[in-house]
């Protein structure tokens, strides 16, 4: 069932990430790490939904998104959501499944592969349930980082930050492959969150099965 909300605030996260927040319809529920069918509620716009997940609490009494602009990206929908102001509207679906926690181990992310864990990890904090999980996340650059502050208050020491092209710059600059994780993973039998790119989701998956991970252990994003 479509759901017309307005915008309330735009606020920006980092220089290419903006953080929404709209109206919560009557009764709208969702788990964290679902995600809804978005589109922009304008002619040229209405019929070119994409997912995105939910980056409030259920708790919120507004929903929100963190969501990254791509100058190039299919249709231009989330450049053109950067020109959006509030009191502009989204259509968006009841919420459906995408990454479902399933108990305590290793979050393994990219860019804006964050986003389906940010709901999931503020939940554990807030629930304090927070502990023995931790987390990988790997961008180009140290601007690219969502959230960094928040994350590490989070996590602390467990919140693992990787910037591939700051190599000139003091920092982690590991690629998340096998070395890396056979360096920072204690225990392969846990559960393991993979998010990002469809090449580094598969080539994780991957290099986690070859390590010991059971296949029903890696949840991806569909």
Sequence with gaps: MPHTVKIISIDPVTHNVNRYRVEKPKGFTFTP??????????????????????TCLNSDPYLEFTIKSYRDSKEGVTEHLRKLKP??????SDAWGAIEYKGTGYFIAGGAGITPFIAILRQLHKDGKIAGNKLFF?????????????????LGDNAIFTTTDDKDKPGDHRRIDTDFLKSEVDDFKKHFYVCGPDPMVKEISEILEKLGAKADSVVFEK
Excluded: H, M, V
């Design 87 to 92: 009191g502009d509207e989204f259509i968006i």
């Design 138 to 154: 790997s961008n180009k650059t140290t601007l690219d980082i969502i959230l960094a502050d928040e994350l590490k208050q989070i």
């Design 33 to 54: 790490g679902q995600a809804t069918d978005l589109s922009i509620n304008q002619p040229k716009w209405k019929d070119k939904k994409n997912p995105f997940t939910f």
